[in-house]
């Protein structure tokens, strides 16, 4: 790692921070706009072939082979990859960023991953000179187009303002719950919760068109009622039209269940209901929609009706 070392990123927009930006899907594509928006330096990497160049064709970054070449001297790393074993290769596995980063250089994983895991990847870096600061995201393709984010941070303190010009360059609501491992705690309980919500509405929604209810009056009815939420808003009119276009996969919403699961577990914790959440979210995976967007959990109830 190389010897260099800035204490603090510049403000938004303000010099050249040079960021390594890693991982250009459904959510991590509009968040590196957003940086570049804000005035950040990029270099890309995904592991798309020829993904990260035309990103950066047409959006003025940079274009790397390898996360290392993309964190070559670099003051931050951006993970925005599927899940722990990923993040583990990008960041420390042979061709990592952490090898070529400037020392002190802060690394922000953005992914879901378990938070244990978060705990002992944050540990490596340290022993080697760098900064990590977990901070999962929530509000899906929508939000991370124009960039208002619910960013939950975990981690040490000086790692989370060290990241704050970035996160406020991708996010509106930024908290940080705590230490190492909080935040993708708090960001698996809450996808927890929206799977359980997008359940049951499926099953609402399956309910509803059997009995003849129009669609556009339950919708208005159930969003002003104890029913609303946000998964009712973005959710509750793809599932009766039938319109799984992603933008939050149905295996990803599986993942962060699984993950919220062995975390109760590991705490004592019987967590009945996240049990049925994680059959279901699995069947309709093996049904062939973990590709889908996680509205496709309607299919599950209309197997069933």
């Known amino acids: ?17 040079r960021v390594a930006f890693l991982g250009l899907g ?28 035309r990103f950066a064709s047409e959006h003025g970054a940079g274009a790397a082979a390898t996360p290392r070449e993309a964190a070559e001297g670099a003051d931050a790393a951006v993970t925005m990859v599927v899940d722990s074993p990923e993040v583990e290769e990008v960041l420390l596995g042979g061709d990592g960023a952490a090898q070529s980063l400037n020392q002190g250089a802060v690394c922000v994983e953005m992914s879901t991953i378990a938070p244990g895991a978060a705990v002992k990847i944050a540990q490596r870096l340290e022993e080697g000179g760098l900064l990590f600061l977990e901070a999962p995201v929530s509000g899906s393709r929508p939000k991370a187009e124009n960039g208002t984010l619910t960013i939950m941070a975990g ?11 970035l996160l406020e360059a991708m996010g509106e609501k930024i908290v940080h719950v705590g230490p190492q491992g909080h935040g993708q705690m708090a960001k698996v309980l809450t996808n927890t919760m929206a799977a359980t919500h997008a359940a049951v509405l499926g099953e609402a929604v399956t309910i509803a068109r059997e009995a003849g209810l129009d669609r556009d009056a339950f919708l208005q009815v159930a969003a002003s009622s104890a029913g609303a939420s946000t998964v009712l808003d973005l959710k509750g009119k793809p599932m009766f039209e039938h319109d799984f276009e ?44 973990g590709g889908d967007d996680f509205a496709a959990i309607v299919t599950e109830a209309e197997k069933r009706a």
């Open 1 to 17: 790692m190389a010897a260099e070392r800035a204490d603090a990123l510049p403000a938004q927009g303000a010099g050249n921070t």
């Open 26 to 53: 459904i959510m991590g594509a509009p968040m590196a706009r957003n940086l570049l928006k804000g005035g950040f330096e990029l270099s890309v990497w995904t592991h798309t072939e020829g993904k990260a160049e």
């Open 155 to 165: 981690g040490a303190e000086r790692a989370f303002e060290r990241a704050r010009p």
């Open 246 to 289: 992603p933008s939050f996969k149905l295996e990803h919403m599986l993942k962060d269940v699984r993950h919220a699961l062995a975390e109760a577990r590991d705490l004592g914790v019987d967590p009945p209901l996240a049990e049925v959440v994680e059959r279901l979210y699995a069947d309709a995976t093996e049904d062939g929609h």
